[in-house]
């Protein structure tokens, strides 16, 4: 039986995760679910799974939580904050980290996971982006297990040999080739980007997905942090990476050889099916998705992308070339964009243009600790506002 921690347990990829793990009860138990604000959807957790921990944002959040578990007669205590949420990813008893919180708040508790040795399925694209030298040696030095859930990083994993940490040239590989949708916008004429609306912008075509990471597929920053991403995953540079629209994401990306092979990892677009691989790898369990039926599909597109619409893409391969904190910068500068977006203090253009200014204004700074990434963050986080 696996113990498995859900960080960020009430959103897309956490309900995704639990409803995976409902599916196999002879062999996940979960042992702690997490929230920020959707308290009562945490509630309903602990009533089905009753979780070890449950942990939640503030100390009267918890207060109050504890007592609705004791009415019920759970025997879950409550936790909170970021000390909570660490412990409840590094506890002894833990097997399985998922790390499902959205944005830089997922970083500290990711890393405790990684840095206790733990086997970590890592959703949580924002906090490798960030931190990603400091991540990576944490996960050789832990012996720590990592294995990507962003579906295309999960299917260039299902691509690749099981050797392939001794570098992807020794192993035959040409190129990564990292396939994205395109967004709801992927053929809007650009003079109508500023009247975007944040309703719009979450509409995505193929995925049903939290409202950052769709605003992030409408803008391709969600493609360009994949690109960084990919990168640090498979230790390699983004010359060997590329971006292809491919409209209908059936296909999740592939991986070219020299021999001429290129395999691809093809499904429903479902992250059941990642999240499934992640749990039972290197075996397989039912995820409760439909197989595909190519008949049905019919046809496949694919297209170069649009970097002249879309230059997030662009700015983040720009930051990690740069290297350093600029990645860091990038991040953060864009989650406070995407935040102002969906509140309607910022166009949708506005996104692309403050992330470019902050990006090119902050000095990059050797990421020596966790220290410096987080001050790089503040600095970048307070630009962005100010731009505002
Ligand atoms: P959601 O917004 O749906 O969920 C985010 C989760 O994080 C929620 O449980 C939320 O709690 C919690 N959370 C938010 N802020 C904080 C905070 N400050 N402290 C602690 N917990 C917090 O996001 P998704 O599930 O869509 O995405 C999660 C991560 O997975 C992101 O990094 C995203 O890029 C990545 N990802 C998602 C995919 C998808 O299909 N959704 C695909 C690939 C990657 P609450 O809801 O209670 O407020
Ligand atoms: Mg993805």
New binding site residues.
Partial sequence: MQQVTVL???????VSTLDVIRRHPDKYSVFAV??????D??YQQCVEFQPVYAVV?SASQAQALQSRCVQQGLQTEVLNGEEG?CQAAKAPEVDVVMA????A??LEPTLAAVSAGKKVLL????SLVMAGALFIDCVRRAGATLLP???EHNAMFQCLPVTHGNGLSNVGVRKLLLTGSGGPFRTLPLDQFDAVTPEQACAHPN???????SV?SATMM?KGLELIEACWLFDTTPEQIDVVIHKQSIIHSLVQYSDGTTLAQMGNPD?RTPIAYGLAWPERITAGVDDLDLVQIAQLDFEAPDEHRFPCLRLAREAFIAGGTAPAILNAANEIAVEAFLHRRASFSDIARINETVLNKLEVWEPKDLGVVQKADALARQTALSLL
């Fill in positions: 960020g347990a009430t959103g897309s990829i956490g997490t929230a920020n604000s959707r308290v959807e945490l944002a949420l499902a919180i959205v944005g708040a997922g959703a949580n694209k924002e859930i962003d579906s995925w049903s997905m939290g409202q950052k990471i992030d969600n992250m």
